[in-house]
């Protein structure tokens, strides 16, 4: 099974200069699941480079509310927020989902580095402006069409970070619950079993025996939406 | 009257150096009201550093949905999300709410400037981190609360933007209607009144007679949705 489209991880959005660059100031670390690779208010000395395993990015209030912004993979970068910031914390929590290992990389010896460096920090540059053009996109996803749109338009990020073509459709390769997606469009957990079931009788998804998701017409998902059919750096879920 | 805080307009949070970079190598063009400086769509060869009047970022669906993302003031930064990219296009558009005038930076010609001098796109850089951090902590306020949350987080922000200090409150010293406001939160106009006039009842708020929104308890707006006491250049409307 090949991945439907070698989604451009954010390590392809970077020069191999760049990637090399980040190696050669990183220590390697493993992580465990359902460990925390950091947690939203620590203080913010690091940033990783995700090597193996899967990180959920995410955000939880203290009266229980939950919501999920990526699931990270291979060659993803996460703690990015905290960088070129005064007294840095973590605005986001970051939650291994499957064990792995980091690079990890101090902010303070990334920035000097940079600063040396123009094309380097250039490079870095483009990356942190298709980041901001995916959060920004984003909001436009979870609130031009309310909790339909959210929950569509996740399950079109997903099956393009974690899709595997097959011929009866796209099989979204990693096991989500449908608490997981409600997490991810700040929903309740009843109102996506709702849609869940809607979209299953119209047969534009299935869930195949292992709790995956495969969906059978994408373009069903897109038209409700007024899917604007952004590039692949921009409409992903990592 | 003076400003409630001088909020950190983008160009405070620029060094001098880069802001007379900006201004070394820009032009100045005048803008008038209910005019676009840019359409979403449109090839995007140039930003803005606004010297004078208002503009509206957002982004307006096929169907007539209409989302509103910042009300930019002198000294803001706009159509800075397609530095650093290929075959750049607008993701938003900016209409002028107010005569004024813009700086036009040609995005090439800084990009040149950045990668000689590193310092100075370390400044960049340390700008685009904010932007990030404040549009990421959008997403919270807007999702998670509800619409009840994404009208009262654009309350408390239009007050940091553009709050004045008052005996009795804090007044919002541009006029909305409710609708504008409603753009602001993907929310039906109905259903802001409906929030409004809730807040009226219980003394939050009151309306002057120009239209201003006057906030008596800012606090209980930011309690209602666990505000997170961010900084002000995160937590800003512009």
Redesign the interface.
Known sequence: MNFLSVRPSDSDLISSDLYELLESISTKRKMEKHTYLFREGMDAEELYLIQSGLIEIG?L???G?D?T?RICQKHDIVG??????EEPRY??SAKVLEDGEVLVINKNKL?KE??????L??E???W??????K??????D????GKKG?LYSTLIRLSNSYGVERSDGILINIVLTNQDLAKF??AARESVNRMLGDLRKKGVISIDESGKIILHKRDYLRCEI?CENCPLEICNID
Chains 1, 2 share one sequence.
Request: glycine share 2%.
């Open positions: 955000k209030t203290s009266d509310k919501l912004l990015e927020l905290t960088l070129f910031t605005m986001l920035e940079l600063i040396q460096n123009g094309a920090t250039f870095f540059m483009k942190m402006s298709t980041h901001l053009r959060i920004q996109s984003k909001i436009r979870l609130l031009l069409h959210a469009c700040a007024e």
